[in-house]
């Protein structure tokens, strides 16, 4: 067998630019044994012969010999490395029509998750900032659990999620948010979409009817449209979800999505008194709230509002929360908590239909809770979020209060500026802002069916953005407004 | 305010064993606020003098004020600590019907995928062997991935993956089984479950036929299920998937899922000539394959089979594969290779609708497959698991010889013991097993549909089970068997 001419042969055949010699040699002989050029029962040559025969380092022989080793082309023997047979692999291409190039049709008009913004600056709603997180104290934690990690630590794991994290979790939420829950009641998920999607899916049948608030959260919409719920748009005001009798009598829900702490995207509170008529009305209608607290824990101004979940014993809620938020995006950890009385036919089917995992990481969260870092975190963003939020505020009204009014404000990490003028078009002037570099959707994209309930302005999330960007970053979002008004008033 | 009576008051109304006295006193503190008993604008006691008159440690004072500032139950002023104002949240418990405390219809019957068997010994398949998992090394990719971390490894992510990962795993998978792919046809999922889901939602409609192996594996005709599609069983025999001329005409399939270089549970290795035929039949009927190489890594005996993907240009192939097995379960990353035409479509649907994340976690895998320690691994685990092969096959010679043969031992991590008797009951004897605490799986209980086209045996994994320990395991079936045979000559 002659080596270099296997070997020129081969890479005048094929496009070899920007491999190395050791590529090379491996891919080569790696063809030449599965198109049977090198015969089952070959017996290879010794590395250092064979690197002298094609004036390579004997490392790159090593190299080659050992990937066809691993990959199970050769087996080495006391005496050399042998060829094993291969069944013939080179065959002629068929004769085809071409690959059915196309994805499902049910696959086309999913999701609309929010840009997360990579290249642009502005007000992407839902960034927390990244650049305040303790990566160091985290990387600690996890180091710590992986010191710590035993074998089941690698295993498939609970489905419901690690026991110390569950545990850790319900008695944060206790405090937090007056959630009233035992360990058992709460589940660890993959995020916010995840924990909808298995909502979607366990607690509602396909045709089931779920009301969603208008303007509302697309990524609820989504998971809902995915498990062939009926979706019903309800109105959501000032003071947030406001059905009516006949939402109640003619479309009556299995699940009910709210964002009441602060709705997405308008930043409306849900009113005490709302909050109860819709959890006595979820009873008499025998419907599931899903209540998502998503970015609850910052509360600028006034007290804190406990949870839907705590306002009454054993309330028809399912409470949502993440991580993302508070921690970073890329966790992809969040939770659900569940009425008692659904925590164990939930748990059996998430053991059959489900694997645990990640369970380092979820052992470093539970202790980064545990040792109160999370809630020092929580402080110092909670301190910056409000100096961000003063400052969006203020240029808000400076640049553009003639034009409209800040809404939604004392709460989360983004609030949502309505339009005075309904002919001006939220849609379009995102687009403008957009193409400015400038991100800040529209409050009327998020509309659920036709139509945003008269929503129409900016949602501008303020968490990523530092204080002293911001006024210049309105200028520019107020130039474009001021352009649209005076587009309008021309005859 | 007398504070002593009301932590009396307090600790008797409910269970507080347990309860550290820092928690009493928080706890206490902050149902105080929300009822009102501590009113707005209440100043709290200075902490020392709060201490003296509770009779308790300065710290723990400050840890309840402490937390409820963090609440925001209280503000802290420059002279001290202020209680907030709440609105009324004890309110009466609605009188109201029970919470019907059921899941959905459909979560009832889906998806049974395999017991991990934490608490029995024996033969669960899928299970590597974690003890050997060299966790020293992972930790140090991880640790090197975070201390490289920039900000944007924390954000939400390209939903196909790391560009690093998806780069090592194309390189990767072309050398080690002659996978045709751009690192742009390669998608990283939460695991082989994830990437069903998304195959089953992304590629084909409601309705759409799939064909899954019979007997074959549960977790995907669990994914089928919930997207709806029509799910024919097409027989399995001894050199896998054989779909009849009928089959074709009278059930086209949009999807076709196998198995093809270890049949799941029975171990066949789909040969050359079906392979090419199965590739042929899809292209006419514009079908796509779904090649689970699940376990693929491990070859014990002959050749390695290289890839049906790999077998003609631009075959209408999506390639599985999961890192559960050759790393550990909780690691939680899987991935998938599309055929190119559907890469494009596919990273704009998946940008649409799902999040990326876990950057780095990725990128540490990426490292520890360019390192060579993945391989080195891998090399490891074929020396150790042929040595259990080769224990469990001379052991089921030794004892079950008489009642049975082996199949499909020559890969994987698995094998299947088929019954010659086909009176005897494997799911019977399974479960008799398992009331020994060995577990071994029944080959008919994965049927696809009525009936496992004879299929009648044990599945039999072996990669976790240490070598000296499979004689006494396999004795233990042995015995069962023996008297269901004996039991079966009575008259």
Redo the contacts between chains.
Sequence with gaps: MDFVLLIDQFSQARDIRGWSRQRVL??CL?EAI?SGKLA?GTRLPASRALALELSVARNSVLYAY??L?????TRPDRRGTVV??????A?A??A????????????GG????TD?G?LTSGFAPG?PA??E?P?TVW?RM??RA??N?R?D?????DPSGEASLRAALADYLR??R?VDCDPGQVFIT??T?ASLDMCA??????G?TVWIENPGYAGAR?AMQ?AQLEIIGIPTDAHGIHPAATDWQHHRPRLIYTTPSHQYPTGSVLS?ERR?GL??GA??A?A?IIEDDYDSEF?HD?????AMQG????A?VVYLGTF?KTM?????IGFMVT?R??AE??RA?LT?????????EQLALAQFLRDGQF?LH??RMRRLYRQRRDALVAALELHMGFAGSVHGGSAGMHLAFQFHEARLSDTALSAQALEKGIVAPALSAHATGAGANGWNGFMLGYAQVPAPQIDALVRGLAMLVHEAIAGLKKP
Aim: proline letters at 11%; aromatic letters at 6%; hydrophobic letters at 45%.
């Design positions: 491996h891919e790696r599965r089952a050992d990937q080793a691993t990959e199970g082309f094993m047979s291969m069944c013939a692999v065959i291409p068929l085809a029509p071409p690959l059915r190039a196309a994805l499902s049709h049910r696959s999913v999701r609309v998750l997360p990579g960034m990244l650049d997180f990566v990387r996890l180091d992986w010191r990690t074998i630590l690698l295993n498939y794991g405090a937090a007056g993959s995020g979409q899916h366990a607690l509602a049948d396909a089931d989504a995915a005490l109860l959890i006595a009873r008499a025998g599931l509360r006034g007290p804190p509002l406990p306002l009454a014993p054993d028809p993302s970073f995006p890329a966790l992809r009425p009385a659904l036919p939930l089917w059959r239909s489900a694997h645990g995992g990640r369970s380092a809630a929580l402080r």
